[in-house]
């Protein structure tokens, strides 16, 4: 923060001394402006909580709400800073500076560390061009208490052997793992102990299924400073006209807290949430050179991105491995890992929400060339390659890079984008413009290795297969589209324009996702403006859109006149595959769904009126009708409307009156599929 | 590898609508050389609900802790019941939205000469969320007053 604030007000303090010396020099009002100061007072604040203490007294959980709650409601303050404050000073300044020589322009707003926004352009005889702003503000992020996972009871006493007479089985009670799996795991957390007296009514649960929740910071106010600097430099060379150099940069963060939840694995649902740091940073650098010689233009620029997140890194200690009701369950993935009754060191804990740092690289080149006054074409390549740089960082013990790895190699999305576009002033009223583009994506595979139950001692003989497997990308795809727009003047103040374009879609690794080989979409405009006298203009358009085999999902319910897969029941021995999850999950769902239309039409209005040259008016609206009847059970529908209306009147130069009106209205009718437990 | 008495896949239809209706107001005055005076109000209303939900495969599988027919409530009088998969067929109840936002923004400067003025600006803001989401109940009001000086030159 310090940095941008001292490199803002040095750049503006040196602009204030070169153009003092040049008004004292030349002339005595080249420098205007104006400068502000003042202060808020807050007359109703946030620090009321919207959960009394008492609902929060009254909710019987683990995670025991003795503290206070933080103040939930957020929605009027969501990105006011000072909401919390009694009140705060401010300052502002508008100035601007004209001479022969330089040239600048400056607006500045400082509110609170965590809400400013500054702006600076300056020039220097026209060769040197420079424009920098920058603004930060706060975002009040949500706090999930979690209230809607408390379908469970906590036992009540400790979890000995001697309980085990409850009406049904004790999830987290010592059971086939061994006590001394639970020891070990206690020594290392014994936050989680359910035998320590303040989690002895925590960890045990009565019930067959249950769902229950841990938050470890229930007071946490969660929070995000987000600021932007921009910086845009530009050189013209004097002596070579048609040459310019440039250099952009762009630097966004985001800094404060937040809310990190993660879940145990299987059988019992155990939530928990924790306060986490953010601290990311991502930089972009744009070096550009452009070349102009009568009729050819050509532009080269590139661009490093460099996105980096120093936020805290979680580290999560699971629960012990659950005990469900049914006898003979053994949930070999849950974490930890124990190996012969004992806890397997380096298993004690796994990182949870993590975003990896990335790099990104892309060379853009831009071509036009002017045939003749009528004719023109431009053309373009776009090269990326976007890196995520810590598939192979790991994280200490044993689950390093099983976890996270690539076993060295980084995770790469290549883009290669290839576009052409010829404009031709055909008459004097007809105007033609033909268009493509094709772009292929090429992203790496991930090669999964489990570290499934049978190497962990007592499971060693247990008869599942391998759960290794190689995850292939929906971003290895080619994409083609091509179409032409034509525009025709009918008569004084009308146009009718219309255009067609063909978009493909050619997705390579199909087959594994279950979704189309290839999509076709073919899409008609037609559009009328209408200049009808001087009060009124029109404009009317209407969008065909019609689409071969959509993205859709082929396995996503089960078939509509078998709408429930059945349960198998409890398996009857460890080989019993037919009664896992895929068979009664994944195998039992064979009809399509997609959210995605096969057609689609869409209808835009809109208008000016202007009665008296003190009143006007503008309208818009657009309605939107979408469908798709290729799946499986019912039609996908959409309906969607906008509209609005502004008023502007100023019936003398110092009265301003006005008024607005916008609407939104949006349904969809669809499937909805999910997968049922009881346990 | 999950062999517990979770029990299968389940579709049905739904719909999801969304509505929002955005009012504004405005007008700047000078009824005076050196006053100037300025309103702004704003009235926001918004809703999305789910249209019904019905898992029909879901009534006669009630295999949860209903089944156990054990009084939970003399362990925890908020929790008379415990997980049981009928609860998804209320799915359409638990994330309906319904909001309204007001804010109003008055303002007045005054030019004490020709380069020193004052000014002075009240906002008021008010949501009132009748639907908790998640997150809680988001209702809430703000209102501030700023005052300030400023030099023209």
């Known amino acids: 923060m310090k940095r941008y604030l001292t490199t803002m007000v040095t750049g503006f303090a040196l602009s204030v001394a070169i153009c003092s010396l040049a008004i004292s020099a030349d002339e005595q009002k080249a420098l205007e402006g104006e400068l502000k100061v003042g202060g808020t007072w807050m007359l109703e604040d946030l620090d009321e909580p919207s959960i009394t203490d008492e609902a929060l007294r009254d909710k019987t959980s683990a995670s025991s709400f003795s503290v206070g709650k933080a103040p939930g409601a957020k929605g009027a303050a969501e990105y006011m800073d000072i909401a919390d404050k009694e009140s705060s000073v401010f300052t502002g300044a508008d100035l601007n500076f004209r001479n022969k020589n330089f040239d600048f322009d400056f607006s500045g707003r400082y509110e609170s560390s965590r809400d400013q926004d500054y702006y600076l352009k300056g020039a220097a005889s026209r060769i040197f061009l420079f424009e920098t702003d920058y603004s930060i503000f706060k975002h009040r992020l949500d706090h999930d208490y979690m209230e809607n996972l408390n379908a469970h009871i906590f036992r009540a006493g400790p979890s000995t052997a001697a309980n085990n007479g409850d009406p049904v089985g004790l999830p987290f009670a010592p059971g086939s793992a061994g006590a001394a799996n639970n020891a070990a795991f206690y020594t290392a957390f014994p936050d989680k102990d359910p035998n320590t007296a303040g989690y002895q009514n925590g960890m045990s649960t009565l019930g067959a299924a249950n769902v229950y929740n841990t938050d470890w910071d229930v007071a946490g106010r969660y929070y995000a400073n987000r600021s932007e600097w921009n910086n845009n430099m530009k050189v013209n060379i004097p002596a070579l006209p048609g040459l310019k150099f440039a250099f952009d940069h762009r630097q966004e963060r985001r800094s404060g807290c937040k809310q990190a939840q993660t879940m145990s694995k299987c059988s019992a649902c155990h939530i928990e949430s924790y306060s986490k740091s953010i601290n990311e940073t991502t930089n972009d650098y744009i070096p550009k050179v452009s070349f102009q010689a009568e009729a050819l233009n050509v532009e080269y620029s590139f661009l490093h991105r460099d996105f980096e997140d120093s936020s805290q890194e979680m580290m999560n200690g699971y629960n012990s491995m659950a005990e469900a009701h049914v006898p003979g369950f053994s949930p070999l993935l849950q974490f930890p890992a124990y190996s012969n009754n004992t806890l397997v060191s380096g298993s004690e804990v796994l990182p949870f929400s993590r975003t990896p740092d990335s790099t990104k690289d892309s060379h853009n080149m831009r071509l036009r060339y002017d045939i003749d006054a009528h004719n023109t074409i431009t053309g373009g390549m776009v090269y990326s390659k976007t890196t995520n740089t810590q598939t192979d960082g790991g994280v200490a013990g044993l689950f390093s890079n099983q976890l996270v790895g690539l076993y060295g190699d980084d995770l790469e999305l290549e883009s290669t984008a290839l576009m052409a576009k010829w404009n031709s002033r055909l008459t004097k009223v007809l105007n033609l413009t033909v268009h493509g583009k094709y772009q292929t994506l090429n992203n790496d595979n991930v090669a999964i290795d489990v570290n499934d139950g049978r190497t962990l001692g007592k499971y060693t003989n247990e008869p599942y297969s391998t759960l290794d497997f190689t995850r292939t990308s929906g971003y290895d795809l080619d994409i083609l589209s091509a179409g032409f727009d034509l525009a025709w003047r009918a008569m004084h103040g009308m146009t009718v324009s219309g255009g067609y374009e063909f978009h493909q879609e050619d997705r390579q690794n199909y087959e594994h996702h279950d979704v189309p080989e290839t999509t076709q979409e073919h899409t008609f405009k037609l559009k009328g403006d209408w200049r009808v006298n001087k009060k009124v203009n029109l404009g009317l358009g209407y969008k065909l859109q019609l689409t071969d085999d959509p993205y859709a999902l082929y396995g996503a319910i089960c078939p509509p006149d078998a709408g429930f897969a059945t349960y198998a029941g409890p398996a009857t021995a460890g080989t019993d595959y037919n009664r896992t999850y895929e068979p009664n999950i994944y195998a039992a769902r064979q009809a399509t769904r997609s959210n995605q239309a096969e057609t689609a039409h869409e209808f835009t209005l809109k208008g000016s009126f202007t009665p008296m040259q003190m009143l006007t008016s503008n309208l818009y609206g657009k309605y939107r009708y979408a469908e798709n009847s290729d799946l499986g059970g019912s039609d996908w529908t959409q309906d969607l409307f906008t509209a609005g209306l502004n008023v502007v009147a100023t019936p003398s130069q110092k009265v301003t009156l006005t008024a607005g009106y916008n609407y939104f209205y949006d349904t969809y009718e669809s499937m909805y599929c999910v997968a049922i437990y009881d346990g | ?153």
Not at chain 2, 63 to 82: A, C, E, G, R
Request: charged content about 15%.
């Open chain 2, 1 to 153: 590898m999950i062999t517990s008495s979770q029990f299968g896949s389940e579709h049905s239809d739904m719909d999801y609508e969304t509505e929002a209706h955005t009012f504004m107001l405005g007008a700047a005055v000078e009824p005076m050389q050196k006053i100037r005076l300025s309103a702004n109000a704003s009235y926001t209303l918004g809703t999305g609900s789910l249209g019904e939900v019905y898992f029909s495969g879901l009534t006669g599988n009630l295999t949860s802790d209903l089944k156990l027919n054990y009084n939970v409530s003399t362990l925890n009088p908020n929790m008379v019941t415990l997980y049981n998969t009928y609860y998804v067929n209320q799915m359409e109840n638990y994330s309906d939205l319904d909001f309204a936002q007001l804010d109003i923004t008055l303002g007045a400067s005054y030019s004490i000469n020709k380069n020193v003025g004052v000014g002075v600006n009240y906002y008021y803001t008010d949501l009132n969320d009748d639907e908790e989401y998640v997150y809680g109940d988001q209702s809430s009001t703000l209102q501030s007053l700023m005052g300030y000086l400023s030099y023209s030159f």
